[in-house]
């Protein structure tokens, strides 16, 4: 089994994802490694097969360093949420008229 990827960043998924996303594929026999939003899918002329169930995945993003106007060094955290990723075996070419 590979690593699950982004399959627009082609970036891995965090360790907890991972587990998540290889139990899916392997739950449902996807063959892909790559995992992708609605929106990106759009974004690649692609659309979700109907009747296709997302996964949810947790996003976090980690601290940053921020200076201020004093230029004192002060430690921002950036927003969780959770998102809906699906498998590429649950996308199919969107059609053109």
């Known amino acids: 089994m590979g690593f699950q990827l982004n399959y627009l960043s082609w970036v891995e998924y965090n360790w907890q994802n991972?587990?998540?996303?290889?139990?899916?594929?392997?739950?449902?026999?996807?063959?892909?490694?790559?995992?992708?939003t609605f929106i990106q899918a759009r974004s690649k002329k692609l659309k979700i097969k109907k009747g296709s169930k997302g996964v949810t995945i947790f996003k976090w993003y980690w601290y940053i360093e921020e200076k201020d106007k004093k230029g004192k060094t002060k430690m921002r955290s950036i927003s969780n949420w959770y998102v809906n990723v699906f498998n590429l075996?649950?996308?199919?070419?969107?059609?053109?008229?």
Do not use: F, P, R, V
């Open 89 to 97: 075996d649950q996308t199919e070419a969107l059609k053109t008229k």
């Open 18 to 36: 991972q587990s998540i996303l290889l139990d899916e594929k392997e739950e449902n026999g996807y063959e892909s490694d790559m995992w992708l």
